[in-house]
């Protein structure tokens, strides 16, 4: 089993590096200028997914983003999704049996992909091949993510971060960084 994964695992990095990601808006955006934001995430459990919608509603509350979208990468079968992940306007999913043979998400999240966010936030703290293929697809003027998740080539604004980083202080450094940004 191991050995399969393996495999998904090489075949689908060859595949995403042969994803044309050059047919984007690219332009820079503070979170106190963006009128939408897409949150990516993979979930762990529900403290995790909890997280997640405080980081919505403080999108929403602190800097006026009218649109926010989460969408979470949930590492099983779509008939052992934990309830708490019910499909809610804000908040996507989607599960292994989303994905292809080479662990590419499958055309279901194709509006997803096709939407111009202002910015696109990767909330991963570890590599994540799925959510690489989203963020590679993705039409966000502005991509943001960290050194942890082997992406560099696929972001506009990456910070440098420690592997012991949790969640909440990425974000408080995420927002640190993109408010104070002087864009032109």
């Not at 999913?93 to 998400?105: C, E, G, Q, S, V």
């Not at 939407?115 to 590599?127: G, K, M, R, S, W």
């Amino acid at each position: 089993m191991a050995f399969l994964e393996q495999f998904k695992s090489k075949a689908g990095n060859y595949f995403l590096q042969k994803l044309d990601s050059s047919d984007r808006n690219r332009k820079g955006c503070t979170l106190n200028e963006a009128k939408s934001v897409a949150l990516l995430y993979r979930d762990h459990d529900e403290a995790h997914y909890k997280q997640i919608k405080s980081l919505v509603k403080s999108l929403h509350a602190d800097f006026g983003t009218q649109r926010v979208c989460a969408l979470g990468f949930v590492n099983s079968n779509a008939k052992q999704l934990p309830i708490y992940q019910a499909q809610k306007l804000e908040y996507m999913y989607f599960t292994k049996d989303d994905l292809n043979w080479h662990m590419k998400p499958k055309v279901n999240l194709m509006n997803f992909l096709h939407e111009e966010f202002d910015v696109l936030i990767d909330l991963t703290l570890a590599p994540s091949l799925p959510l690489q293929f989203i963020i590679k697809s993705s039409k966000a003027s502005m991509k943001v993510g960290n050194s942890l998740t082997q992406n560099e080539t696929d972001l506009d604004f990456i910070l440098e971060v420690d592997e012991n980083v949790s969640l909440d202080e990425y974000w408080r450094q995420v927002v640190f960084y993109l408010t104070n940004l002087k864009i032109k």
